[in-house]
Nanobody, 119 residues
Framework: QVQLVESGGGLVQAGGSLRLSCAASGRTFSNYVMGWFRQAPGKERELIARINWSGSSTYYTDSVKGRFTISRDNAKNTVYLQMNSLKSEDTAVYYC????????????WGQGTQVTVSS
């Protein structure tokens, strides 16, 4: 079993920045694809960023591309989401998730961290 704990959320003004962290424990961290999801009020949970096991490949949904950066440090069992130029529509609960490389679903989830962007 993998345990994931997010941190770094909070209240920030539009145009500001936050860095979210996700600390993993329980299994070999480098075996997992890591993703960041978010769920805003009244909206479905959406994948916003993904990084492969080695960190060599990343994906971003269009709404955050160019503003958010996902990275990982396997030695520290941690994945990060640097969020710049935040907008009010970025307000959501952000979740870290892990997927085994040979599976299609994200099986492990953190508890979520609230990000609120004021305008």
């Amino acid at each position: 079993q993998v345990q994931l704990v997010e941190s770094g959320g909070g209240l920030v003004q539009a145009g500001g920045s936050l860095r979210l962290s996700c600390a993993a424990s329980g299994r070999t961290f480098s075996n997992y694809v890591m993703g960041w999801f978010r769920q805003a009020p009244g909206k479905e949970r959406e994948l916003i960023a993904r990084i492969n096991w080695s960190g060599s490949s990343t994906y971003y949904t269009d709404s955050v591309k160019g503003r958010f950066t996902i990275s990982r440090d396997n030695a520290k069992n941690t994945v990060y989401l640097q969020m710049n130029s935040l907008k009010s529509e970025d307000t959501a609960v952000y979740y870290c998730a892990a997927k085994e490389v040979l599976t299609t679903s994200y099986d492990y989830w953190g508890q979520g961290t609230q990000v609120t962007v004021s305008s």
